[in-house]
């Protein structure tokens, strides 16, 4: 029980809590990176999963990619690229993006992929065009599978740019790194509650986003799905 | 195309060269990756060991299932990083410090399929079975389990994949396999060499786990290949993200959840 005493004395500090090293400036920091490379991923993959759900192109191209990405080992990606792009923010952002638009693009993909046919028929019977069926039928339909996979990135991506603070950038990981180096186990396992906190409030904030944006209609499918 | 040429000659060369140190089983390409399958495999297996009976727990009672269900979920929003170090000061640097954090995860996806596969056990299979005066164990080993193992192996298919990945983040805690090379020899030295193998050979393992499993559940499952039609729609076993239109909806042994790619990623 000695460590947990530690980890609230380190807590309770005050000086943990002000200052650009303290609590709030590492999880600001933290925030932005995974909030960017969520966002750039977001609007690369939903676009891509909607167009390939609705026309059912590239099926395979997108499961053999959801495979392939989940074998990937992230630091290894995270580390290449940065090792490839220099130090630096850019290059941490653009790993975040490559690990964030795999579950994203999948799901975009199947939700859109199993909308049930006979409501598609439905729309096409009352006049919809193609872009409209999947604007106003199949998106509509395919929220809960979309957000799950934001979801699941986003958790990905908070795990992920806590590695980031190894290659130099700010973040709730420098507490980890910083930590390691000066062999302060407190301050690890500080900087890890913290990024476990950041990770449930990401799960947390999605659970609500899909409280808001599913179709009423919707929601006892949503809640049966999961 | 002559310079990527080179650049991959150049990693597999690295890779020839520094397969083994003969002497010296700390250093090499080999030494990882028997280290990395084996973190990865023991954690797959006791996740399995821990599945099991938790999974039959909930069947037999099922208002166990939806707490317990919850609890996993909570616990795999925990990122692995995080709970590496916070194993830390319970296990050192031992590789218990890996194995249980990747065991954990593994129920997410491996007690659904459980619970999953065993209800889909036809009502009219088990009164047989009773019927031919099989008692509640024997029915469950020989009857229940044999069907519900092709829910069970797409699980498991989907975990060790997942699990596979995920040893490499170990290497932050000192452990991790192949996330050695990919850490020490590799970032540490700013060498891409180390790197690209390190993730290659992450990737092979994961298929060749992959297919080993697809092979078992084809011998275990005989039944499953021969008879035609139905035979065929028994192959539940579709990775993630593969199943076809077909067999997505129709298919009684493939839950929703371990065909369609909507399975939560590992981190």
């Not at chain 2, 692995?80 to 000061?89: D, E, H, K, Q, Y």
């Not at chain 2, 047989?128 to 469950?140: H, K, Q, S, Y």
């Not at chain 2, 596979?164 to 590799?186: H, N, T």
């Not at chain 2, 997505?248 to 929703?256: E, R, V």
Request: proline share 6%; charged share 10%; hydrophobic share 55%.
């Amino acid at each position: 029980m000695d460590v947990l005493n530690e980890l609230v004395a380190w807590f309770a500090d005050p000086g943990q809590w002000s200052g650009p090293g303290g609590i709030p400036a590492r999880t600001a920091e933290h925030v932005q990176y995974s909030l960017l490379g969520l966002l750039v991923a977001a609007l690369i993959a939903i676009p891509v999963g909607l167009v390939t759900g609705h026309t059912g192109v590239g099926g395979f191209t997108t499961a053999s990619l959801a495979n392939f990405a989940r074998a990937l080992p992230t630091i290894g990606v995270l580390f290449l690229i940065v090792l490839a792009a220099g130090i630096g923010l850019v290059p941490v952002v653009i790993a975040l993006v490559a690990l964030a638009v795999p579950p994203i693009l999948v799901n975009t993909h199947e939700g859109v992929r199993q909308v049930d046919p006979a409501l598609k028929d439905a729309a096409l019977g009352m006049g919809m065009r193609g872009p409209q069926v999947l604007l106003r039928l199949e998106l509509p339909v395919a929220v809960p599978l979309v957000i799950n996979g934001l979801r699941t990135a986003a958790v990905q991506v908070v795990a992920t740019a806590t590695i980031a603070a190894y290659v130099g950038v700010g973040g709730l990981g420098r507490y980890i790194v910083d930590g390691q180096a000066r062999q302060d186990l407190t301050m690890m396992l500080g900087g890890s509650v913290l990024v476990v906190l950041l990770a449930v409030v990401t799960t947390l904030l999605f659970a609500g986003l899909s409280r808001l944006l599913v179709a009423p209609g919707l929601r006892s499918l949503a809640a049966s799905a999961r | 195309m002559n310079a990527v040429w080179d650049w991959a000659s150049g990693v597999v060369d690295w890779a020839v060269a520094n397969w083994s140190h003969p002497g010296d089983d700390e250093r090499g390409v080999w030494p990882r990756l028997v280290e990395h399958a084996r973190l990865a495999y023991v954690s797959i297996l006791i996740g399995l060991a821990l599945a099991l009976p938790l999974g039959l727990a909930c069947v037999r009672w099922t208002r166990l299932y939806p707490p317990v269900l919850t609890g996993v979920n909570v616990l795999y929003a925990v990122p692995s990083i995080a709970l590496f170090f916070l194993m830390l000061p319970y296990t050192g640097f031992s590789d218990w410090t890996a194995i249980v954090p990747l065991a954990l995860y593994t129920l997410v996806i491996l007690l659904p399929n459980v619970v999953d596969g065993l209800r889909q056990v036809p009502e009219h299979v088990r009164q047989a079975a009773v019927a031919m005066g099989f008692g509640p164990l024997r029915r469950l080993i020989t009857v229940e389990t044999p069907v519900a193992l092709p829910v069970i192996i797409a699980g498991l298919r989907v975990a060790s994949v997942a699990t596979i990945s995920m040893v490499s983040v170990a290497s932050l805690v000192g452990l991790g396999g192949l996330g050695q090379l990919i850490l020490s020899e590799g970032f540490r030295r700013q060498f891409d060499a180390p790197i690209v193998v390190g993730i290659v050979l992450t990737v092979l393992l994961a298929f060749a786990t992959d297919a080993l499993l697809v092979l078992a559940q084809r011998l275990l499952t005989p039944w499953a290949r021969s008879g035609g039609r139905r035979g065929r729609r028994h192959r539940a076993a579709v990775p993630a993200g593969e199943a076809t239109d077909a067999d997505a909806g129709t298919d009684p042994t493939q839950t929703a959840d371990s065909g369609n790619g909507a399975r939560p990623w590992t981190s």
